[in-house]
């Protein structure tokens, strides 16, 4: 889903991810571009953020995790339809194959699964923001915020930090910061389960992209730049800190992807997102 922020008036930047149902205004949608382009007719300053304009570059990693969710879900349907034949013969009962029926449930069982690692990440990061900002943390995510935060301490020397920092560019693009201070700016992800979990092999360009947009973002062109892989079955952490010529080479990458969304979406230099100071 794309992401977007406002910057308001008195300077603060606000999320703009979702909008209300026009036909139930008690219930939100997500944000369309269709709805950010009647803002900047409106002369609002909204922008996409970091990683919805990294959307527009192809993404290997999470192409193949999809193919293999849907041949995942098409084989166990398999397993079942053949199931459902024999007991139907045995019952001397017609059985029909629907090819529509059968690619969309493969469709709804993969879509399922690839909801719970962005639900999962979500819950963690709130405990995260919450560790970090000196509040309460559920007790299923003490232990995990606490190896996050030793870690942290470890590798970079800094107690005091600030989690979840918005920011807007004049360039014509936003974000929010997991963490950010001492130095350092720093992006959690989060992987569900330990087989997945593979120390120092789990840092893709993207992640640098990211960051390099993040540091530029928060005014810090600097900023030394990690992302904190973490395990939630069993807690492990990977510190993985990105070299200044990754991060050089992920900025200039990252210009690029954002002059395509901007030429693809109506909005380029000079639009409504300037003037943000």
Not at 116 to 136: C, N, Q, V
Not at 197 to 207: D, L, T
Not at 234 to 259: N, P, Y
Request: charged fraction near 25%; aromatic fraction near 10%.
């Amino acid at each position: 889903m794309a992401h977007y922020y406002e910057a308001l008036k008195d300077g603060v930047i606000e999320p703009r991810h979702y909008v209300p149902k026009k036909s139930n205004p008690s219930e939100t949608r997500g944000t369309s571009i269709h709805d950010v382009r009647k803002w900047w007719k409106e002369g609002r300053t909204v922008c996409p953020s970091v990683t919805t304009v990294l959307n527009v570059l192809d993404k290997p990693g999470l192409n193949t995790w999809r193919v293999d969710m849907h041949l995942s879900a098409a084989a166990e349907l398999a397993e079942q339809a053949a199931a459902e034949l024999a007991e139907q013969i045995v019952l001397a009962g017609a059985w029909r194959f629907d090819r529509r029926l059968f690619l969309d449930e493969c469709k709804r069982r993969t879509e399922l699964e690839m909801d719970k690692a962005p639900a999962a990440g979500t819950d963690i990061h709130k405990s995260l923001e919450a560790w970090f900002s000196g509040d309460l943390v559920p007790d299923e995510h003490k232990q995990i915020c606490e190896n996050v935060a030793t870690e942290i301490v470890l590798r970079t020397g800094g107690r005091v930090w600030l989690p979840e920092r918005n920011f807007l560019h004049p360039m014509g693009f936003a974000g929010q910061c997991d963490l950010s201070g001492n130095g350092w700016v720093i992006d959690f992800k989060s992987k569900q389960t330990a087989d997945k979990f593979r120390p120092g092999k789990m840092a893709y360009n993207e992640h640098r992209m990211q960051l390099a947009a993040y540091r530029e973002g928060l005014n810090m062109p600097n900023a030394r730049c990690a992302n904190v892989f973490i395990c939630l079955e069993d807690g492990q952490v990977d510190f993985h800190e990105h070299a200044e010529s990754e991060l050089a080479t992920g900025w200039e990458v990252f210009k690029c992807a954002l002059r395509i969304w901007q030429l693809q979406n109506g909005h380029g230099p000079g639009g409504n997102y300037g003037n943000v100071s």
